[in-house]
Every structure is written in structure tokens, then in C-alpha cells.
């Protein structure tokens, strides 16, 4: 920012200031570059975030129910980040949420519709690049807009939002100019200015997936979308944590770092204790909300092998009564697997922009899956939304196109029978 610009936005942060009801605060909202936008904290509260220019002087002001909240920086601003990302913590029953005077989404008291979705980032890195700006190869800006249009009451994205690793490679005009790196302009590409219709929609359940790690874009996630109050030092595992809202009971598990085909036994340990400590007393009809299934079979390059490996090593023997699905992406395509009234059942929706991945000419019913045969299964290679909702006889679920209109696929859920089909 040059001196005559600074001037003209110090006169103009008085001007603001000086008129009646203008604030500082809201000078801050008005510039975002991102946000606000709410999602669920580790402790059963709302998170709820904004980001704008790192010259701005102040965060916006956060409005509970009438009450106001200091927000804090999360991070400071540094050449990766040239941003300031604000955040702030407030109960999970408000009802009515501002920030610097722009309205923030809420939970209902009960969840009716829930968009689902997952691997959604543009994916440029040393094997491949898509074409970012054919929103038919990429079409996560067509699915948040269209996903929002569905007015959900809440959003869970089961992890991997950033994917522009490595420079578009030269002459490709499909990703020409793309920035990449764990930095605020890929972050802001890949997921934040796609996924604004949606964002402002509702409130999100944020799962960290593999792509977020911190070799990857641990650094992103740590600062804008770790759903801690306060911003931790990045490590590839984190606590895992309960929520209870709007009627659903989630177990959310980061299982980033699980192999999918090597379980290392220390992992295997350090998982363990976890799934021993989330899943201890799990209230009937709960879902494992992570990125990783815990029971797949293996597509693509990856055909004729099961996952996740290491999931299945230390969920085994710690699987309660009442758990009935597991709910992931990390493999992209659309998959649902039912097992019977023995476990639970496994829902793979990883179909939100990354390219898909090839199915493999093999049975979906009475395939073994860890010493486990399927009673059903679904699989289907498109891009798309998954839109549930709850009727008086359970969940129901719609597997749309980007184009919001094509129904690709029909669920039904009850329990731990999760019925697919086209």
C-alpha cells in the first residue's frame, strides 16, 4: 500500500468513524477478503471468523445475541499470509450473530438439511494439473453456489480444500497465472472465494484431510480453518472431539496422517487411544465424521486393495452400539457401503472437485472389507453435492451434478442400513 493510499484510508476510517453508527469494525467487514463465516468448535461452540487486509487496525466487532465479543488475531501476518485472520468464540445457542454488522449464520435449534461435501481444491502438483478456470473440470465454484442455493442447515466438508502445490506447468492455459504454496492466494483460489455462497449459508463442520498435513498445507490450516479457539502449532494428529447440535451427535477424528496401506504401529497406537477415548459411551445414532474411511476398497491405482489400513487396525474392538455411519471423502468418487447390523456403515462422498478417480470393474455387494462382507453397495464417478435430509422414518440423502438439477443418486439411512442407488 502506497502513502497516498494510506491516506485516503485513514481519512476514510475517520469519516466512518465519525458517522453515527460507524465504526472502525465495520470498515473492517466491509473490506474482507474472506468471510465471516461460522464453523463448529472443538469444545461444542461456534468459531466464527473473518479476514481482512493485514493494515486494517482493528477486527470487526462480534455481536452474540446483544452481547459483544472480542475478536483476536489468529496468526500474525507474515509474507505466506498478508492477511489478518480474525476469530472469536461464542455460544453454540446464539441466535442471532453479527460481525462488524454484516449477519453470520447460526444453528437451528433442529438440523433438517445437511450439504455434504469433500476434495474440493484444484489440483495442480507434480503429476497433473486441471484446468481451474472450466468449472466442468473444476466445478466447486458452480457446486457451493448451487449447494447454497439448497439453504442448508449446516455444511460438513470432509477435508482436502487446498491442492495448487506446484506452479501451473508453462503453456497450460487451463491453470496459467494460478498462484500455488501453502499461502493466502492459493488458499484463497482453492477454497474461499469458490466456496463465498456457501460459506455464507450456514455453518461448517471443517475436517482436515491428508492435503492438509503440515508437509502440504498444514501452515493454511492451522491459521484459517483449525476449528481450535486458539491457533496451535502444527502437528500432523489433533484431539478429537464431540458435537452435539440441532439433534446430531458427530464424532469428528482427524485421521490425515493415517496410511491407507502401511499401519505403522505407533500410529496405530496413538489412534487407538483416541477412537477408545471419542467413541467411549457414543449416544445412539451417532456418525464418525474423518477424512480417511475406515472401510474401502481401493480405486484406481489403488484397485484390489482395502483401506484404510490403519483406521481398521485401531477402530477394531472399539466400535460402540450406538455409532451407525462413518462419514468421509479422501477417495473421490461417490461410494456407500452397508455391512448389516454389525457395524456401521461407511459413506464416501469425495466428489467436490478434484478429479474422480477410475472404478474398477468389481462388485460393491458381498465384497470383503476386513474380515467383513457388504450387504449393499453404491459407487458412482461424478462430480457433485450430497443434500441430506431428515424425515420422520431417518435420513435421507440426494447425490446432485453441479448442475443442481441431474439427481445422480438416491439414499436411504436408517440405522446402519445405508441404501444407494441411481
Known amino acids: 500500500m502506497n502513502k497516498i493510499t494510506r491516506l485516503v484510508f485513514a481519512l ?68 505466506d499470509f498478508e492477511v489478518t485472520v480474525c476469530s472469536a468464540t461464542v455460544p453454540l445457542a446464539t441466535k442471532k450473530l453479527t460481525v462488524g454488522g454484516i449477519d453470520a449464520p447460526t444453528v437451528p435449534p433442529v438440523i433438517d438439511r445437511i450439504i455434504v461435501l469433500g476434495d474440493s481444491g484444484c489440483r495442480i502438483d507434480q503429476n497433473m494439473a486441471q484446468d481451474c478456470d472450466d468449472k466442468k473440470q473444476w466445478p466447486f465454484p458452480v457446486i457451493a453456489n448451487d449447494a447454497a442455493n439448497r439453504r442448508p442447515d449446516l455444511v460438513i466438508h470432509v477435508g482436502d480444500y487446498y491442492y495448487r502445490e506446484n506452479a501451473c506447468p508453462n503453456g497450460n492455459k487451463g491453470c496459467e497465472g494460478s498462484p500455488h504454496g501453502d499461502n493466502w492466494g492459493a488458499w484463497q483460489a482453492d477454497f474461499f472465494d469458490p466456496a463465498a455462497p456457501l460459506l455464507k449459508a450456514a455453518p461448517w463442520v471443517m475436517v482436515r484431510g491428508n492435503h492438509e498435513l503440515c508437509r502440504r498445507g498444514g501452515k493454511g490450516w492451522m491459521r484459517l480453518l483449525d476449528p481450535r479457539a486458539d491457533m496451535p502449532d502444527c502437528t500432523d494428529t489433533s484431539p478429537p472431539y464431540r458435537l452435539h447440535l440441532g439433534g446430531l451427535d458427530l464424532m469428528v ?87 448389516g447390523p454389525r457395524r456401521p456403515a461407511q459413506l464416501i462422498v469425495g466428489v467436490g472437485g478434484d478429479r474422480m478417480d477410475d472404478l474398477p470393474p468389481q462388485p460393491w455387494v458381498g465384497a470383503a472389507i476386513d474380515g467383513m462382507k457388504t450387504t449393499r453397495g453404491f459407487a458412482l464417478e ?18 446432485y451434478a453441479p448442475d443442481d ?16 442407488h441411481n
Open 12 to 79: 476514510l476510517s475517520a469519516l466512518i468513524v465519525a458517522a453515527p453508527g460507524g465504526t472502525l469494525a465495520t470498515l473492517a467487514a466491509s473490506r474482507a477478503v474472506a468471510g465471516p463465516w461460522v464453523e463448529l468448535g472443538t469444545d461444542n461452540d461456534l468459531q466464527v471468523r473473518v479476514v481482512v487486509p493485514s493494515d486494517v487496525a482493528a477486527c470487526p466487532e462480534i455481536v452474540a445475541d446483544g452481547k459483544t465479543t472480542e475478536a483476536r488475531q489468529r496468526g500474525a501476518s507474515d509474507g
Open 405 to 420: 438439477k441431474t439427481v445422480l443418486a438416491e439414499c436411504a439411512i436408517n440405522g446402519r442400513d445405508l441404501d444407494c
Open 382 to 399: 461424478r462430480f457433485g453435492f450430497f443434500v441430506m435430509e431428515h424425515h420422520a422414518s431417518g435420513w435421507g440423502g440426494t447425490l
Open 253 to 339: 477424528f482427524d485421521s490425515a496422517d493415517a496410511d491407507d496401506f502401511k499401519p505403522d504401529p505407533q500410529k496405530v497406537a496413538v489412534y487407538a487411544a483416541q477412537f477408545a477415548q471419542l467413541l467411549a459411551n457414543a449416544p445412539q445414532g451417532s456418525w464418525l465424521v474423518t477424512h480417511r474411511p475406515v472401510w474401502a476398497l481401493g480405486k484406481g491405482k489403488d484397485a484390489g486393495q482395502t483401506l484404510n489400513q490403519t483406521e481398521q487396525a485401531a477402530i477394531r474392538g472399539r466400535l460402540p452400539a450406538g455409532l451407525d455411519m462413518v462419514m468421509t471423502g479422501h477417495v473421490h468418487d461417490f461410494t456407500s457401503y452397508a455391512f
